[in-house]
C-alpha cells in the first residue's frame, strides 16, 4: 500500500456472532484509494458477513467502520451514495430489459453515471433489449456489477462476482474489475478462487474461521514462502538414466530432498538456479536427454496451506 494514498476505507477490530457461531473475530485493514482489494477464504470463514457489515447490511457487534470518512451511524445517507453494492441475482427485474433494469436502479440517485457507458463497461450494449430472464449467468453478473454502478460510487462491493461462472465468464468479470480500476475506482471483492485473487487485486486478505492469517499484495505473501523451489525434470533415456541423475542431485549443494517415480524426477532446492546448473553440467557431460523440465511456482495457495497447516479446498 502507498502511505500517499487516501485511506477509503478503515476497518478496526471488527466482530460479529450468530449464536455460538462466531463468525468474524477481530478484522482489522485499511484499504487506500484506487486499490482491488481481495478478502478470501474458504467456506464459512466470514467473508460475507465482513463485507455486509462494511457495506451497512449487518451491524457488528463490536469494532469500527470508517468509509470514505464517514460512520454508518451517524452519516449513512452520505455513504450509501458514494458507495455501489453488487446486488445478488435475484434482486435483478426479471421480467425488464438489461437497459430498464440500469435505468430503474439508477432512478434512486441524484448522482448518476450514464447507463449507456455502464452497458459498454460491462459489455453488454448489444443485449441492452434482452429481458433478464433469457440472460446467461456471466450476463448476469455482468449486469448486477453494472448496477452497483449506477451512482458513479467511489468504492464497489462485488461479494464472490465470479462463483459458479465457467472461466470464460470469470475472466469477462476480472476485464470489469480491472476496467474499475483504471476509471480510479476502489474495488473490494470476495472470492473463494486463489487464481483469481492473485490475478486482480493489489492487496489481498486471507481469512479462515473469523480472523485475518495473512495481509499483503500477492507478491509479497508468495515471498514470505519457504524460497525451497521444487524442481521437475524428466529423462528421454528413461528411469535409468532418472536414477543416474537422482544420485547426482542428492550430493548437490542447497538440494533439500529428491524423489523419482520412473524417468520422472523431482528435486526440491533452495538455491534452484544453482541446482540446475549443476545437473545440467552433469547432463551436458554424459549427453544424456532432458526431455522436460520445470521450476513448480508458488502460489497463494501454498500461502494458505503454509499459514493455516490445512490444505486449500475451493
Ligand atoms: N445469518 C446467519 N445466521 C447464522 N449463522 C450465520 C449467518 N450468517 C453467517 N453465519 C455463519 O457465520 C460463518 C461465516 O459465514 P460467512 O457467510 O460470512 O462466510 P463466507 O466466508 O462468506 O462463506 P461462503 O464462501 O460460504 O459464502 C459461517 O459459519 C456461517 O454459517
Not at 553440467?281 to 532432458?290: A, F, M
Amino acid at each position: 500500500m502507498n502511505s500517499g494514498q487516501a485511506m477509503v476505507l478503515q476497518v478496526d477490530r471488527l466482530r460479529k456472532s450468530f449464536g455460538s457461531v462466531v463468525a468474524v473475530d477481530g478484522i482489522s485493514f485499511d484499504v487506500a484509494q484506487g486499490e482491488v482489494f481481495t478478502i478470501i477464504g474458504p467456506n464459512g470463514a466470514g467473508k460475507t458477513t465482513t463485507l455486509e457489515m462494511i457495506e451497512g447490511m449487518q451491524k457488528p457487534d463490536d469494532g469500527t467502520i470508517t468509509i470514505l470518512g464517514d460512520s454508518w451511524s451517524s452519516r449513512a445517507r452520505s455513504i450509501k451514495m458514494r458507495i455501489g453494492v453488487q446486488p445478488q441475482s435475484s434482486a435483478l427485474f426479471d421480467l425488464l430489459t438489461v437497459e430498464e433494469n440500469l435505468d430503474v436502479f439508477a432512478s434512486f440517485y441524484e448522482r448518476q453515471r450514464p447507463v449507456e457507458e455502464i452497458m459498454r463497461l460491462i459489455n453488454l450494449t448489444d443485449h441492452r433489449d434482452k429481458r433478464v430472464k433469457t440472460l446467461s449467468g456471466g450476463q448476469k453478473q455482468r449486469l448486477a456489477i453494472g448496477l452497483a454502478m449506477v451512482n458513479d460510487p467511489e468504492i464497489i462491493f462485488l461479494d464472490e462476482p465470479t462463483t459458479g461462472l465457467d472461466p470464460q465468464a470469470r475472466r469477462n468479470i476480472w476485464d470489469i474489475v480491472l476496467k474499475l480500476k483504471e476509471l480510479g475506482k476502489t474495488t473490494i471483492l470476495t472470492t473463494h478462487y486463489m487464481e483469481e485473487a492473485e490475478k486482480l487485486s493489489d492487496r489481498v486478505c486471507i481469512v479462515d474461521q473469523g480472523k485475518i492469517i495473512a495481509i499483503d499484495t500477492p507478491k509479497a505473501l508468495i515471498g514470505r514462502l519457504t524460497k525451497e523451489r521444487e524442481i521437475h525434470l524428466t529423462f528421454t533415456g528413461g528411469a535409468a538414466q532418472a536414477a543416474e541423475a537422482e544420485g547426482i542431485a542428492r550430493t548437490t549443494e542447497a538440494v533439500t530432498s529428491v524423489s523419482r517415480d520412473g524417468e520422472h524426477l523431482i528435486v526440491c532446492s533452495t538455491r534452484p538456479e544453482q541446482t540446475l546448473y549443476r545437473l545440467f553440467g552433469y547432463t551436458t557431460e554424459q549427453e544424456v536427454q532432458v526431455e522436460q523440465v520445470s521450476i513448480r511456482e508458488m502460489s497463494l495457495e501454498d500461502v494458505f496451506i503454509a499459514f493455516t497447516g490445512k490444505e486449500w479446498r475451493d
